[in-house]
C-alpha cells in the first residue's frame, strides 16, 4: 500500500515537472506538435517547420476550392476522385507517421478538410494550447477555450496569405449545404433581407429557367408571418451587381486618393486617445501576466520542497490561474480593438489591391463575390411608383465603402423581351 502511494506521488510530481517543463517551451513560442500537413521538419533545427511543397500545393488548392464555394464534402470528393494521397497516406509514403493510424488512406474525410481549413499555423504562425490533458492519470486531450490559445505570429513560412485565410473563416461561418446543382451559387452566404437581418435562401429547381432562379427571405420561408418574401431574381441581382463592382472598379482606379481618404473616416487618428488608454492597460495586463508566471513558479518550488502544502498550493494557484485567465481574456479584447483599429489603413490597401486585379468583370463567381463583397442586403419591394423596384445594399471587404442601387424589375423585363 506504502509503495503504491508513493508511486502516485512519483507520478504527480513527474507530471508537474513535465508540464511546467511543456508550458514553458509553449510560452516561448516553439511549436508544441510536430508539423502538420503541408509542413516538414527542417534538417538543422527541430523546432522550425518548413514547407512541403508537394502537400502545400494540396493544402492551398483546399484554400482556393473553398474560396471558389465548395463545401468540406465537396472537397473532400474532388481530392478522392482525382487520387490525391490522404495526410495519413502521404506521411507513410515519406517514411513518417503522424500518429494517426486508423485514419482513411485512400478516402478524403470532411472532418480533415474542416480541420485544414481551421489552422492558422497555414499563415505562418504557431498556436499553442489548443488542448490539455486532464490529469496524469487520464491522458484524454480537452479542447481549451480560444481565449487560452497562445498565437505567435509570423515563426515560419505561409502557405497561405493571412487574406486569403481570413476570407475562408468568413465564408465557414457562412457554411451551406451543396445545391443538387453542380454550378456554386455566387451569392451564397452573402445575401441578407433587411427588415429582418435573416439570410435570403436560393431557390432553384432544374424545372425552372435561369429567369426564374430566385432568392427570397429566410425568415419569410419558414414562417409567412414573420416577415415579408423579399423575392429577387437572381439573374436581376446579377445584373445589378455586376454593374455596381464595375463602377467601384473603375472610381478606385481613376480616384484613389479620393477613395483612401473617404474609406479612412473612421481611422486610427480619430481614436487616438482610446487606443492610448487602451495600449497603456494592456501592457499592465500582459506585465501582471508575466509576473503571475513567476509567482506561480516560485510557489510550485515551494511545494516541491515542502515549504508550503499540497493544500496551499493548490488554493494559491487555483487564485493565481483564475486571475490569469482573466488577464488573457482582457489582453485578447484589447488586442483584438488595436489590431482592428490600425488595421484600418492595412484593410484599406487590401483591398485596392484586390479591386486592381480586374479591370472589367463580365461574369460573377463565387471568388470575386467574397473577395470583393462583405454582404448584400435587400430591401422589400416598392410597388408605390406603378411598378416594382428593389434597393439593394452593398457593403464591401474591410467596411471600406456602401452603395446603393435600385432594381427595377419592368425595367429588366423591357430589356429582356427586346433581345
Not at 302 to 312: A, F, H, L, P, T
Not at 340 to 363: C, G, L, N, P
Not at 394 to 403: C, G, L, M, Q, S
Amino acid at each position: 500500500m506504502t509503495l503504491t502511494i508513493f508511486n502516485d506521488w512519483y507520478a504527480r510530481d513527474t507530471s508537474k515537472k513535465i508540464r511546467a517543463v511543456f508550458k514553458a517551451k509553449g510560452q516561448s513560442g516553439k511549436h508544441l506538435s510536430n508539423p502538420i500537413y503541408g509542413y516538414k521538419h527542417s534538417e538543422t533545427d527541430k523546432n522550425l517547420w518548413l514547407i512541403d511543397d508537394e502537400a502545400a500545393e494540396v493544402v492551398r488548392k483546399i484554400f482556393h476550392l473553398c474560396v471558389d464555394g465548395y463545401g468540406p464534402a465537396q472537397i473532400a470528393r474532388i481530392l478522392t476522385e482525382e487520387g490525391i494521397p490522404t495526410p495519413t497516406a502521404y506521411a507513410l509514403s515519406q517514411g513518417r507517421d503522424n500518429g494517426h493510424k486508423n485514419a482513411k488512406l485512400r478516402r478524403w474525410g470532411n472532418e480533415t478538410i474542416a480541420h485544414i481549413l481551421e489552422k492558422a499555423e497555414y499563415c505562418g504562425h504557431t498556436v499553442n494550447f489548443r488542448t490539455h490533458v486532464k490529469s496524469y492519470k487520464n491522458k484524454k486531450r480537452v479542447d481549451n477555450p480560444k481565449e487560452d490559445w497562445l498565437i505567435f505570429e509570423n515563426t515560419h513560412e505561409a502557405i497561405i496569405t493571412q487574406q486569403e485565410f481570413d476570407l475562408v473563416q468568413e465564408l465557414r461561418k457562412n457554411k451551406r449545404r451543396p445545391t443538387k446543382h453542380e454550378e456554386v451559387n455566387p451569392f451564397s452566404g452573402i445575401c441578407y433581407c433587411a427588415d429582418c437581418g435573416k439570410k435570403l435562401y436560393l431557390c432553384r429547381a432544374t424545372t425552372m429557367t435561369a429567369d426564374q432562379e430566385h432568392l427570397k427571405c429566410g425568415t419569410y420561408a419558414k414562417d409567412k408571418n414573420g416577415c415579408t418574401i423579399h423575392f429577387i431574381r437572381t439573374i436581376v441581382l446579377k445584373e445589378i451587381i455586376l454593374g455596381e463592382l464595375n463602377k467601384m472598379i473603375s472610381f478606385v482606379r481613376e480616384n484613389e486618393d479620393e477613395f483612401v481618404q473617404a474609406a479612412m473616416d473612421n481611422s486610427v487618428q480619430k481614436q487616438s486617445l482610446e487606443l492610448a488608454k487602451s495600449r497603456k492597460k494592456l501592457k499592465e495586463s500582459e506585465k501582471r501576466i508575466a509576473e503571475l508566471d513567476r509567482l506561480f513558479t516560485r510557489l510550485y518550488e515551494d511545494n516541491v520542497s515542502g515549504k508550503i502544502s499540497d493544500e496551499r498550493f493548490s488554493m494559491m494557484s487555483a487564485g493565481y490561474e483564475d486571475e490569469q485567465k482573466k488577464l488573457r481574456a482582457t489582453v485578447a479584447d484589447l488586442t483584438a480593438f488595436i489590431e482592428s483599429a490600425e488595421q484600418k489603413s492595412a484593410d484599406v490597401t487590401a483591398f485596392i489591391r484586390a479591386v486592381q486585379k480586374y479591370e472589367h468583370i463580365t461574369e460573377l463567381t463565387p471568388e470575386i463575390m467574397h473577395e470583393l463583397i462583405e454582404k448584400i442586403v435587400v430591401h422589400a419591394p416598392d410597388k408605390s411608383s406603378g411598378h416594382r423596384t428593389q434597393e439593394i445594399e452593398i457593403h464591401y471587404r474591410f467596411n471600406v465603402a456602401v452603395t446603393t442601387a435600385v432594381a427595377d424589375s419592368m425595367k429588366y423585363d423591357k430589356k429582356r423581351k427586346a433581345a
